[in-house]
């Protein structure tokens, strides 16, 4: 068979079952935004981990080093955000290609930094070593939160409203300006340097009326089903409440929007809104409700059923 039969989320699993005969106690790991490791009775660590490839993440001629430092770290704040955890501390790992000059290294420290300082994260550690050709540059987040606060992908519940934290498609729109060589358009900029949702992470995971939550990074065709298989539910989402600026198979496939996607208990939504809304000056946007079934996105059109063959992301 080969890799791309298997696919990533096949690799995954054939990696989840081959490190099932080792107990991790109370630790938790594969399934969620971060592996979860308690560190008190009321506390735990959330940690992550993501690496960026040159060619298949980013093209080093389209973006610069500063901003390819601060995605390579908000990738990572996105998914601590994702649990309700506040980010702590990080450890960053590169490789490079012996073409790029240290005033390159530099502007990508800069930019790390410059991300790093806006929401009070240390960097503490990391490696770095050469490479045959391209810049690989490999994360590792840490976070903390209560453990009453933690936000996972298998809560959600039949009847939960679906929420998103802002505009999907965006960034997606961005990679087809870049790829058609227009590298200084506004959905260029969004794709390059996006912006992780920190702080509504936090006050999020604070809200018992949130149950399930994850960032989307590989499009919400992709990321709502890990929400979907984890709880046992199926979901109802409205194309015409998605909030997008550009088309509808884009926001839904897309990716690397890493805006949140959040299911809300259904009494409590529109206060859970209000009060949003009130905290940061926008509104979460609803999107569908969480329903009984298989594990699924049942996706309607004006209140018809459809059944269009979206996917989000594919690393294989």
């Known amino acids: 068979m080969q890799l791309s039969q298997l696919g990533e989320f096949g690799l995954i699993d054939l990696i989840r079952k081959r490190f099932s005969d080792i107990p991790s106690g109370p630790m938790l790991g594969i399934g969620d935004d971060c592996a979860v490791i308690p560190c008190d009775g009321q506390r735990s660590l959330v940690i992550t981990t993501d690496t960026m490839v040159e060619d298949i993440h980013f093209l080093?001629?389209?973006?610069?080093?500063?901003?390819?430092?601060?995605?390579?770290?908000?990738?990572?704040?996105?998914?601590?955000?994702?649990?309700?955890?506040?980010?702590?501390?990080?450890?960053?790992?590169?490789?490079?290609?012996?073409?790029?000059?240290?005033?390159?290294?530099?502007?990508?420290?800069?930019?790390?930094?410059?991300l790093s300082a806006e929401?009070?994260?240390?960097?503490?550690?990391?490696?770095?070593?050469?490479?045959?050709?391209?810049?690989?540059?490999s994360v590792t987040a840490v976070g903390r939160a209560n453990n009453d606060t933690i936000k996972y992908r298998s809560s959600a519940r039949p009847g939960d409203r679906i929420f998103?934290?802002?505009?999907?498609?965006?960034?997606?729109?961005?990679?087809?300006?870049?790829?058609?060589?227009?590298?200084?358009?506004e959905f260029a900029a969004i794709h390059h340097d996006p912006s992780p949702r920190v702080r509504e992470g936090e006050w999020l995971g604070t809200r018992p009326e949130v149950h399930a939550m994850?960032?989307?990074?590989?499009?919400?065709?992709?990321?709502?089903?890990?929400?979907?298989?984890?709880?046992?539910?199926?979901?109802?989402?409205?194309?015409?409440s998605l909030p997008t600026r550009t088309s509808v198979e884009l926001a839904v496939t897309g990716g690397e929007d890493y805006e949140l996607l959040l299911t809300v208990e259904e009494g409590?939504?529109?206060?859970?809104?209000?009060?949003?809304?009130?905290?940061?000056?926008?509104?979460?946007?609803?999107?569908?409700?969480?329903?009984?079934?298989?594990?699924?996105?049942?996706?309607?059109?004006q209140g018809e059923e459809i059944a269009p063959d979206w996917h989000g992301f594919r690393h294989f």
Do not use: C, Q
């Open 268 to 301: 409590a939504a529109e206060r859970l809104n209000r009060a949003y809304g009130e905290r940061f000056g926008v509104r979460l946007r609803e999107i569908g409700r969480i329903a009984d079934g298989t594990p699924a996105i049942r996706w309607k059109r």
């Open 119 to 137: 929401f009070g994260v240390p960097l503490l550690g990391g490696d770095t070593t050469s490479s045959a050709g391209a810049v690989v540059v």
């Open 60 to 114: 080093r001629t389209a973006i610069t080093p500063r901003l390819l430092g601060r995605k390579s770290l908000a990738t990572n704040l996105s998914d601590v955000a994702a649990m309700g955890a506040s980010p702590v501390a990080t450890f960053l790992s590169v490789a490079l290609p012996r073409d790029v000059s240290a005033a390159w290294a530099e502007a990508f420290v800069e930019g790390y930094h410059s």
């Open 164 to 185: 998103v934290t802002g505009t999907l498609g965006d960034s997606a729109r961005g990679l087809l300006d870049i790829k058609a060589g227009k590298t200084d358009t």
């Open 214 to 240: 994850m960032d989307l990074s590989d499009g919400l065709a992709s990321d709502l089903v890990h929400i979907l298989a984890a709880s046992g539910v199926a979901a109802e989402v409205e194309l015409e």
